[in-house]
Antibody, heavy 127, light 106 residues
């Protein structure tokens, strides 16, 4: 079955850190960009950041709201994506989704939306 | 960042109705626009990409169109299962952005 499954959410104090994981299966993980998207009742859906595939040198990109605090990494050998979150504040409270982005051939990566999402993992930042 | 503005915020309609949801981009994004459907407690589900291409498995009553920076999602004959929140998303720029959503009540 083609799927991604997030884990690692929970309750963390302001200023704390947390690592989310995303386990992919059923597709060639290394061929895809992978993203994190979060959702809150007040802000709706917010793109957090992207991990590009080897074709794009594993580069990453982040939303301004998390730049310098969050880091995305991937382990293609384990079909896994990670979100390392530091200096968390209450505005980071959200459901975090792992989502599959663009597919890359041997020569190019075409723009594409998120065609596969996980079920989400909830992060609550509170004292 | 490119701002995506959806209207209306809430829409109430009846089974069998034809409804149109609108999404406007703050700048030109070509056809790099997607529509998602989200039901409570679930992840968003891709309906349409490249403004008008139906994702595999999505019922044909859903359609999308574009005119400049304005995009529309049309549901031709509402079904009870279409009750959900609908989001647009642009993927033209490096910083991806979503609209705030339209909640559709049947």
């Amino acid at each position: 079955e083609v799927q991604v499954v997030e884990s690692g959410g929970g309750l963390v104090q302001p200023g704390g850190s947390l690592r989310l994981s995303c386990a992919a299966s059923g597709f060639t993980f290394s061929d895809y960009f992978m993203d994190w998207v979060r959702q809150t009742p007040s802000k709706g859906l917010e793109w957090v950041g992207r991990s590009r595939s080897q074709l794009r040198s594993f580069t990453t990109q982040y939303a301004a709201s998390v730049t310098g605090r969050f880091t995305i990494s991937r382990d293609d050998s384990q079909n896994s994506l990670y979100l390392h979150m530091h200096s968390l504040n209450t505005e980071d409270t959200a459901v975090y989704y792992c989502a599959r982005g663009p597919y890359c051939t041997s020569t190019k990566c075409d723009p594409s939306p998120f065609d596969l999402w996980g079920q989400g993992t909830r992060v609550t930042v509170s004292s | 960042d490119i701002q995506m503005t959806q209207s209306p915020s809430t829409l109430s309609a009846s089974v069998g109705d034809r409804v149109t949801l609108t999404c406007r981009a703050s700048e030109f994004i070509g056809y790099w626009l997607a529509w998602y459907q989200q039901k409570p407690g679930k992840a968003p589900n891709l309906l349409i990409y490249e403004a008008s291409t139906l994702e595999s498995g999505v019922p044909s009553r859903f359609s999308g169109s574009a005119s400049g920076t304005e995009f529309t999602l049309t549901i031709s004959s509402l079904q009870p299962d279409d009750s959900a929140t609908y989001y647009c998303q642009q993927y033209n720029s490096y910083s991806l952005t979503f609209g705030q959503g339209t909640k559709l009540e049947i």
